[in-house]
């Protein structure tokens, strides 16, 4: 059912952590990516062309309109100073209008939303500032690692629940947790479209999830990277349209995805005015906030580009096809995602037994393809890979030849 996540014994072992390290560094486990890296370069330096599709990095550029502005901006002299640590008011008014217009969700820019240097570095320090020695966050696993590790460098116990038995069961598990832990929950860590599954949920799932909140008196983190990724006409609801959500709980928007502005660093968390602050007076102390041309730019983003994020997620939707009627002839079983840039598969049977790790290694030297070991988002992540959609449909077409290749069933 559930497990406690964050330092198992074996990751222990095998990491060799500088004598100078402190005790946060040491609960963190080796970096299990690391390895796939390694072995890309490797192959890299021998000239071979890897298909990369290990990270969730979009491929395609920003749209022009918003590199123009941020040109524009970079001259003026006004934004090269330090900028507001939360956010121009400007920028903060148009996510709240953006939030209006996309999920009818009413905010107040002054102090229901905050601009973060991208959602990872505000949900790091988010943690910071809510979570210390002797609290418990919650997070259904497999997960991203940050939304596992980012309570465990602030001191917190992390405790998982499988996503595996489906919403109910889920909702059902932290309902028992709730009554049966102690101490009781602080957070919950939520993540829908989800990564690494591109699991979806409806709202139904987010009401259980506040009356959950309020009945047992814990806060939510919902990270929607991916609300703007989704296919087939699906809509990703947002957390906060459930009457009450701001009351428990804060979500994050980055532009890293459905904008492609993943290297700009730039993201927002809107909802909980309390915790809205406290992530505000943590940002306070370290840093000055994101560089203002790239906030201004991010207006117009939001502003005119809904067009061209609706676009970039057809073209996502189009690879989805192509990479997984290609899996599937090719003998894979897969089910095609309603929403992220990931498919989520199963190792087909006959390599099953080796294990993630060492199935994405055989990716990589027999096949030319990176892909992302399931292992890597945690125990129950294991026998899957996590396969990004950011090379194009023909390069895409290639990684599924090469993949049938290496790997006849
Ligand atoms: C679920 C999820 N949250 C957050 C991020 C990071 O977003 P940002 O670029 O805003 O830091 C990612 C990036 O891969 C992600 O998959």
Not at 52 to 65: A, E, H, R, S
Not at 271 to 298: C, E, H, T, W
Not at 320 to 337: K, S, Y
């Amino acid at each position: 059912m559930s497990d406690t996540i964050g330092i198992t014994t074996d990751a222990l072992l095998t990491t060799d952590i500088p004598s100078l390290a402190s005790e946060r560094m040491r609960r963190l486990p080796p970096y299990l990516f690391g390895t796939i890296n390694r072995v890309k370069d490797e192959l890299r330096r021998k000239d071979v062309d890897i298909i990369d599709l290990g990270m969730g990095n979009p491929n395609d550029p920003t749209p022009k309109v918003i590199v123009d502005k941020l040109i524009e901006a970079a001259a003026d002299r006004r934004n090269q100073r330090y900028s507001s640590s939360s956010g121009i008011s400007g920028l903060r008014k148009e996510v709240a209008q953006f939030y209006q217009a996309t999920w009818n969700v009413d905010l107040d820019p002054d102090d229901e939303v905050i601009a973060t240097l991208g959602t990872k570095e505000g949900f790091s320090h988010l943690c910071l500032a809510l979570l210390g020695p002797g609290d418990v966050a919650i997070t259904p696993t497999p997960a991203f690692p940050i939304h596992i590790y980012g309570p465990v460098i602030a001191g917190a116990n992390v405790i998982g629940i499988s996503m595996g038995g489906g919403d109910e069961r889920l909702l059902s598990n932290l309902d028992h947790m709730c009554r049966n832990l102690y101490p009781q929950p602080k957070v919950l860590i939520l993540n829908y479209p989800h990564n690494p599954t591109a699991h979806t949920v409806e709202l139904d799932f987010y009401k259980e999830v506040v009356r959950l909140a309020k009945q047992f008196g814990f806060y939510v983190i919902h990270d929607f990277a991916y609300g703007l990724t989704t296919f087939d006409g699906y809509e990703a609801p947002s957390f906060l349209q459930v009457p009450g959500a701001k009351e428990v709980g804060i979500e994050s928007l980055t532009m890293s995805k459905g904008f492609n502005m993943a290297g700009w660093r730039i993201g927002f968390f809107v909802g909980n005015p309390d915790m809205v602050r406290l992530l505000g007076d943590i940002k306070g102390y370290y840093d000055y906030g994101i560089f203002q041309a790239i906030q201004i730019a991010s207006v117009i983003a939001l502003r005119h580009c809904v067009d061209d994020m609706r676009e970039q997620a057809r073209v996502y939707e189009n690879r989805r096809d192509v990479l997984c009627t290609g899996l599937e002839r090719a003998g894979w079983q897969v089910t095609p995602p309603s929403g992220t840039m990931f498919a989520w598969a199963p190792i087909p049977e006959p390599y099953a037994q080796m294990g993630s790790l060492q199935f994405a290694v055989q990716c990589l030297q027999k096949a030319e393809v990176a892909v992302a070991p399931g292992r890597g988002f945690g125990e129950d992540g294991e026998g899957f890979l996590r396969i990004a959609l950011v090379e194009n449909e023909h390069r895409l077409q290639q990684a599924v030849r090469q993949l049938r290749r290496a790997f006849p069933l």
